[in-house]
């Protein structure tokens, strides 16, 4: 009877251990589940859809922070990092979609535009290393050995989670160039006397043995101001035509606010408050308070050195700036002079100049300054205020000024539909630059 009563006990123990496995493996089990990054709403831009997705940087090799262009049968790559803060190991997966000059998804199918298979995983990562923020990096050199891009034209590369792609990480535009198209321009003072000290002209000259009828259908120019896609312009009716010569040089067009220098602040070293820094205090993160910003709408034009809006990861604090890099809590604060109506935002490449409630400053009432605070990656940074006004525009000039010498870049880009296709391909790109420090 003891022994009956000895073994009955130890059964019931064994099954109340094996059940209480089990549902501890069920919820492990469902607690991976509910892990797993949310699913999203694709959006054609540049964007990171999870807060914990930082330090987005997409690349061509040896040209940090330029315009990814890849040239259409060539040995470049395109390098991709960023961070995930969640600071574990997930399985990313990319692919490639063709969209139009203006960011519409293209009717171009993916055996048009895709050599390959479109999906392909990502597969570098590295943790990072003695970092009060834990985090985990990944990079991808595109194209890779079984994706790569045959159509010329805008793409979107696409990141996400476990091959679903509705379980969206990051997006990023990119351009693949058959370079078809020879672009000439020159920068000068605008005519009309108003804007001779404010604005910069450019005028342009395209040269193609590509057969233009009507360049009015058949082509688009498009122009950027430092990379911005919130700063651009587009022309489809030139000036002049002639053979295989078309000009752009209306007093009218592409007549682009010459703003001021970037504001910078160099974020190297948590240990040492460097240029643009006031303090630096260590806690569970690094806190670091940016000296106060002047209002400088009505000042004169002052040449500093600037970097046209781009940012760089560095660290002066120890060697390998991707996995030994910090992350800190940065407060900018902007001094205003004048009355105003609408939202403050503090842009750069390093946020790819998103007007998002994550980029809004907010009023301090006792301190009297326009306040944000974001968490950064140790590195070098340009940066600069806009305000959008109640009816949406954007004022890139309102904090800054705007002035003829400033120095900047613009990117010249040329798209052709070609006879009998739907699809917009780029034939043309160059760059120049207006330089206050030659």
């Known amino acids: ?39 999203q709403e694709l959006v054609y831009s540049n964007k990171a859809y999870l807060p914990s997705i930082k330090t987005v940087q997409f690349y061509p090799t040896g040209k940090e922070n330029k315009l990814p262009i890849y040239v259409l049968g060539s040995n470049d790559l395109l390098l991709l990092s ?19 000059q203006d960011w519409t998804p293209s009717r171009a199918s993916v055996l048009d535009y895709v050599d390959g298979f479109n999906e392909d995983r990502l597969e570098q990562f590295t943790a990072s290393k003695g970092t009060l923020q834990p985090y985990t990096n990944y990079s991808l050199s595109f194209p890779s050995q079984y994706l790569k891009p ?40 605008p005519l009309q006397v108003a804007n001779r000290l404010k604005n910069q002209k450019l005028n342009v000259t395209l040269k193609t043995g590509l057969t233009i009828n009507n360049p009015q259908r058949d082509l688009t120019l498009l122009v950027k101001q430092n ?21 752009y040089s209306n007093a009218e067009t592409l007549d682009f606010k010459g703003n001021n220098e970037f504001r910078f602040v160099d974020l190297r070293s948590f240990r040492l408050a460097a240029e643009g820094v006031q303090k630096i205090k260590i806690d569970s993160l690094a806190e670091v308070k940016v000296l106060t910003d002047e209002d400088k709408y009505d000042q004169t034009y002052a040449a500093t050195f600037d970097e046209n809006g781009r940012f760089f990861i560095r660290n002066r604090d120890l060697e390998d700036q991707n996995t030994e890099g910090d992350y800190a809590h940065v407060t900018f604060s902007l001094k205003n002079k004048r009355d105003f109506k ?53 004022q890139t000039d309102f904090f800054s000024g705007t002035h003829f010498q ?22 043309g790109f160059a760059e120049n630059s207006i330089n206050n420090r030659q």
């Open 1 to 39: 009877m003891k022994i009956h009563q000895v073994l009955k006990q130890a059964f019931l123990f064994f099954l109340v251990c094996s059940t209480t496995a089990v549902l501890a493996q069920k919820k492990k089990k469902e607690k991976k589940e509910f892990e797993r990054s949310p699913r």
């Open 82 to 100: 960023f961070d995930d803060l969640r600071a574990d190991i997930r399985n990313f997966y990319f692919s490639i979609e063709h969209c139009n």
């Open 150 to 189: 045959k159509l010329a034209g805008n793409y979107l590369l696409k990141v996400y989670e476990d091959a679903d792609k509705e379980r969206l990480i990051l997006t990023r535009r990119f351009y693949v160039l058959n370079n078809l198209v020879n672009i000439s321009s020159n920068i000068q003072s």
């Open 227 to 247: 990379q911005r896609d919130d700063y651009q312009m587009v022309l489809q009716t030139p000036s002049f035509f002639s053979g295989n010569e078309i000009k």
């Open 342 to 394: 609408g939202k403050v935002y503090i842009v750069g490449g390093f946020n790819d100049y998103q007007r998002s409630v994550e980029n809004q400053l907010t009023y301090n009432v006792e301190d009297k300054l326009w306040q944000i605070t974001l968490k950064l990656k140790q590195g070098l940074y340009d940066y600069e205020y806009v305000l959008e006004d109640e009816s949406g525009k954007i």
């Open 406 to 427: 400033t120095g900047n870049d613009y990117q010249l880009m040329i798209y052709t539909r070609r006879l009998g296709t739907y699809w917009d391909e780029l034939v």
